[in-house]
């Protein structure tokens, strides 16, 4: 169970846990305090609620009393009537403060109590036998129903209950059975309860409006609107997962860790892609954890947590929403680095091929006009220094028999010439 000090709060549940301290600080006076949470499925209505049982400070009963009767105000059928040295004499203790449960299916008689027929031997006193319910035991403490709105719709027997419960302060309940003389206890109890008013049947003030009007204070809860709030969420679940788990492979999984950098790729993904709840982000970080043990590895990464995203969305989001989520994960699974490195690559590539284009078109071209020249009818020369004829063959001039003019002086080496005659624009002689 999670810690109540440890848990992640935020602006969606701020509020909560101002309403939980005062109903806790009302219920310390014996003023029963209820309060609903509506909200969407998976916001920590439940957890908060259920942490908060560790705020409850211990009560002083009559011994062995189920009914958690007060010393100074005993208030059960069995010790009611019993002066103080009686009382004295069968002893107080100190326990903790009752907090209960109502579940969905519950019925009246496991709610309320019933009278044990087997076990009752004297029909004049048949309180003897009282078998006492969720209620009667949870008195001077706390009652958690989760999903009210469903047990108000599927159980109006036991809402009618509640509302005699939460009429008053304190209220009341009765166990009957036919024949038997009914039983009415007085019970100061507070009510917590938490409803999902976007499931069916509907928020609580719709299935049974005067149920609602009994609750003191109604809490919208909210997601949680920024990164950090979600980072913070998931490493409490982290904790509260490695402390759940038995034996070795909670030692396996105590050794595998998730980078501060990881779980804020998973508040993105909880913020950016609007998921209903944490409870898939949690998910995709167990999982991904649980990926990385199997590997033999301790880190879980990026690449780990997109093997598992359609296992731990599919059933809480769209398809197309896993695609993007799998698509945002894959461009992370590289560094940038690498994605540069890959950019650069495919930019040389281009740059190659475009090289390779360009020198095939200038072959295409050489090969043109070394073929048009095949063609051409050979040129003819003379000693004389005649053009070719069109009609004679062509001739190769002998390099012997011909005259060689030589420059008007001998070439100057470039390393010796002056920086100025080093580019010319027009022709001279160079001295």
Not at 178 to 183: D, N, Q, R, S, T
Not at 209 to 221: E, G, I
Request: glycine letters at 8%; proline letters at 8%; a neutral charge.
């Amino acid at each position: 169970m999670s810690r109540y000090f440890e848990l992640s709060r935020h602006s969606g549940n701020q509020e909560l846990f101002r309403v939980v301290e005062m109903s806790v600080a009302a219920l310390l006076a014996d003023h029963p305090f209820h309060i609903l949470a509506e909200g969407l499925h998976g916001t920590g209505k439940t957890t908060i609620f259920r942490a908060a049982r560790e705020l409850l400070p211990p009560i002083k009963r009559i011994k062995n009393c189920l009914y958690n009767c007060d010393p100074a105000r005993p208030h059960c059928p069995l010790h009611r009537d019993l002066p103080p040295p009686v009382i004295a004499e069968i002893g107080i203790e100190e326990v903790p403060r009752p907090f209960l449960e109502i579940s969905q299916a519950a019925k009246v008689g496991s709610v309320v109590g019933s009278i044990d027929l087997a076990r009752l031997t004297d029909p004049v006193k048949p309180l003897a036998a009282l078998l006492p319910g969720t209620i009667p035991r949870a008195h001077r403490g706390i009652i958690f129903i989760d999903g009210i709105n469903r047990l108000a719709d599927t159980a109006p027997e036991v809402a009618e209950v509640l509302l005699d419960v939460m009429g008053t302060r304190p209220g009341q309940i009765q166990m009957e059975e036919p024949g038997l003389p009914a039983v009415t206890l007085p019970v100061a109890v507070g009510i917590w309860a938490a409803s999902n008013p976007d499931e069916e049947p509907g928020p609580l003030s719709r299935v049974r409006k005067q149920l609602s009007d009994r609750f003191d204070l109604t809490v919208a809860m909210g997601r949680p609107d920024n990164y950090q709030a979600v980072v913070d969420i998931l490493a409490g679940s982290a904790q509260a997962a490695m402390a759940a788990l038995p034996g070795q492979l909670a030692g396996n999984l105590a050794n595998s860790t998730v980078s501060p950098e990881l779980r804020q790729v998973l508040a993105k993904i909880y913020i950016d892609f609007r998921l209903d709840s944490p409870r898939g982000a949690q998910a995709m970080e167990t999982a991904a954890r649980l990926t990385a043990l199997l590997s033999g590895r301790s880190n879980a990464t990026v690449a780990d947590l997109a093997q598992v995203v359609s296992l731990a969305l599919a059933h809480r989001v769209s398809g197309d929403t896993i695609t993007a989520i799998t698509a945002y994960l894959t461009g992370l699974s590289y560094p940038q680095s690498q994605r540069q490195g890959q950019q650069d690559r495919k930019l040389e590539d281009r740059m190659l091929s475009r090289w390779v284009m360009l020198w095939a078109a200038v072959k295409r071209q050489l090969a043109a006009v070394m073929r048009a020249r095949c063609h051409r009818p050979a040129a003819e020369t003379s000693e004389g220094g005649k053009g070719a004829g069109a009609g004679g063959p062509a001739r190769i001039v002998d390099p012997l028999a011909t005259t060689i003019i030589a420059p008007p002086k001998p070439a100057i080496p470039i390393a010796n010439l002056p920086d100025d005659q080093l580019v010319t624009r027009d022709t001279h002689a160079h001295g």
